[in-house]
T-cell receptor
Framework: AQSVAQPEDQVNVAEGNPLTVKCTYS??????LFWYVQYPNRGLQFLLK??????LVKGSYGFEAEFNKSQTSFHLKKPSALVSDSALYFC?????????????FGPGTRLSVLP | KAGVTQTPRYLIKTRGQQVTLSCSPI?????VSWYQQTPGQGLQFLFE???????NKGNFPGRFSGRQFSNSRSEMNVSTLELGDSALYLC????????????FGPGTRLTVL
C-alpha cells in the first residue's frame, strides 16, 4: 500500500533563511511525487511534481524538491523564505507501477515564516 | 482557462439531512476526484470519476455517493448527515494521463449541526 509521511507537523523559519519541508514515501513500485500548498480557506495549489528524469525538480514561487530514491524522500526546499510562504504544505504520491491507484496525501506540514 | 469551481462554498445542514455538492472541472479535464479534509484525518480520498464512470473509491460508507455527467461536471451526495461529516470537501480535476497533475477547487465547507 502507498503511504506518505511528513515527519514535522510544524516548521518555523525566519524570513530570508532557507526552508525545508520533509516528505518520505512508500510505494510498491516507482513513485510519482507531488507537492501542494494550501492557504487558509482555499483549495490546494500545485507547486511541483517528479515524474522521471532529473532528481531536482523546480516549481512555482521559487520552490524546488529533490527526489532521493535510496532514502525514499522528496523534500521541498526554498533558498530564501518569505512571510507569504506561510501555509500548509502537502506531499502526495502515486504508484507508477500500479495504474489506477489514486493519489495518497501526507498529513501536511504547517510552515510559519517569521518576519 | 478557468480553474476548478465548486458550489456552494459554504453549507450548513442538520443531522439526518442530505446534501449535494457540485464541481465543474477545468475545461478538457475528464477525471474528477473528491476528497474530504478534516483537522483530525487530513485529506482522505472519496472517489474518482472518469468519463461518467467511477474508477476508484475510498473507504467511506455508502452514504457518500457521486456521479459525473457527460460534460465532466460532477456531483457528490451525502445522505443521512452525521456530525462527523463536517469537513471541507475538495474536488480535483485532471486531464486523462496517469502522470497528469490534479488541480483543486476552493472546496465546499460543510457544517453539520
Amino acid at each position: 500500500a502507498q503511504s506518505v509521511a511528513q515527519p514535522e507537523d510544524q516548521v518555523n523559519v525566519a524570513e530570508g533563511n532557507p526552508l525545508t519541508v520533509k516528505c518520505t514515501y512508500s510505494v510498491s513500485g516507482n513513485p510519482y511525487l507531488f507537492w501542494y500548498v494550501q492557504y487558509p480557506n482555499r483549495g490546494l495549489q500545485f507547486l511541483l511534481k517528479y515524474i522521471t528524469g532529473d532528481n531536482l525538480v523546480k516549481g512555482s514561487y521559487g520552490f524546488e524538491a529533490e527526489f532521493n530514491k535510496s532514502q525514499t524522500s522528496f523534500h521541498l526546499k526554498k533558498p530564501s523564505a518569505l512571510v507569504s510562504d506561510s501555509a500548509l504544505y502537502f506531499c502526495a504520491v502515486r504508484d507508477k507501477d500500479n495504474y489506477g491507484q489514486n493519489f495518497v496525501f501526507g498529513p501536511g506540514t504547517r510552515l510559519s515564516v517569521l518576519p | 482557462k478557468a480553474g476548478v469551481t465548486q458550489t456552494p462554498r459554504y453549507l450548513i445542514k442538520t443531522r439526518g439531512q442530505q446534501v449535494t455538492l457540485s464541481c465543474s472541472p477545468i475545461s478538457g479535464h475528464r477525471s474528477v476526484s473528491w476528497y474530504q479534509q478534516t483537522p483530525g484525518q487530513g485529506l482522505q480520498f472519496l472517489f474518482e470519476y472518469f468519463s461518467e464512470t467511477q474508477r476508484n473509491k475510498g473507504n467511506f460508507p455508502g452514504r457518500f455517493s457521486g456521479r459525473q455527467f457527460s460534460n465532466s461536471r460532477s456531483e457528490m451526495n451525502v445522505s443521512t448527515l452525521e456530525l462527523g461529516d463536517s469537513a471541507l470537501y475538495l474536488c480535483a480535476s485532471r486531464f486523462t494521463g496517469y502522470t497528469d497533475t490534479q488541480y483543486f477547487g476552493p472546496g465546499t465547507r460543510l457544517t453539520v449541526l
